[in-house]
RNA sequence: CUCUGAUGUG
């Protein structure tokens, strides 16, 4: 079972959601019985790609062979409703695991404020928090972080900053993503100076920066008109092994032509091929087709209207459409 | 072995 349920995990997280479906048939049939985990990955995977009937239909089936939800099924179910910005729908689950005997955990309380975190409702977030001391459920690293977002998305960084230093107060430790959470709010703020104090920083406390942290710093330097900063830290991309993206190009094209430097974005962009930059995963929105509309717009304010042209036709080629 | 937080170019 623990095999099968690694296996059907591994196909729901890369998409193939139907081929766990019939991996999961297929194990009924050899008599392999599915116990909770297999549920629970299930009803997560189906929830998660807005297959809410299916998902209902293996709560039902669980139930069905005397297996009980548990505090995970009642997470899992909780995420899509915050994520779905049905808050109340969220709190009525909420009060049905209590009511069943289910014991929230931290997870199921940091969900709930990362749902009134992405509305907005700060305050409700902070009852929750709250909330959950009073009963005796340690905060950690995430629920902190999940709370310094929300702050900073209200463009309070200031606040986060509180934030950030009572969570070390307690004894919780800031880790990768609870600095990159910061650092975007710095620079969303055009506070480039702390944002790459707190680069330093984490980068000093053998915090290794990823390709998310990287990303954010790019696009803000660029924003913030520090197009030579944010070539540098590219370089620094570049020597260290991490695989960029081909996302960090885009950002650091479309800094160069909002630079004015439309010729050198256009090098950059004829090189990535050499590069063995890795393109898009069978994911939605196609990089490619946005950089070329970026480097189309950068040529046209610039009044280079046949480079346009040309790019345009290139793109054509290329199976793009320009927007 | 299953559930929660940070990036997506006008």
Known sequence: VVIYNMILDSLCKHGHVDDAQNLFSEMDKKGIAPNIFTYNTMINAYCSFGRWSDATQMLREMVERKITPDVVTFNALINTFVKEGRLSGARELYDEMIWRGIVPNTITYNTLIDGYCMLNRLNEANQVFDLMVRKGVS?????????????????????????????????????????????????????????????????????????????????????????????????????????????????????????????????????LPLKGVKENEGDQPCPREAIYNTLVRGHLRYHDVNTAAELIKEMRRGGFSAD
């Open 139 to 271: 905060p950690d690293t995430v629920t902190f972080s999940t709370l310094i977002n929300g702050y900073c998305k209200a463009k309070r960084v200031e606040d986060g900053m509180v934030l950030f230093h009572k969570m070390t107060r307690i004894g919780c430790v800031a880790d990768t993503v609870t600095y990159t959470t910061l650092i975007q709010g710095f620079l969303r703020a055009n506070n480039v100076r702390v944002a790459m104090e707190l680069f330093q920083e984490m980068v000093s406390r053998d915090l290794s920066p990823n390709i998310m942290t990287y990303n954010i710093l790019l696009e803000g330097l660029c924003c913030n008109g520090k197009l030579e900063r944010a070539l540098e830290v590219f370089k620094e991309m570049e020597k260290s092994e991490m695989d960029i993206d081909i996302y960090s190009y885009g950002i650091i094209i479309h800094g160069m032509c909002k630079a004015g430097k439309v010729e050198e974005a256009w090098d950059l962009f004829c090189g």
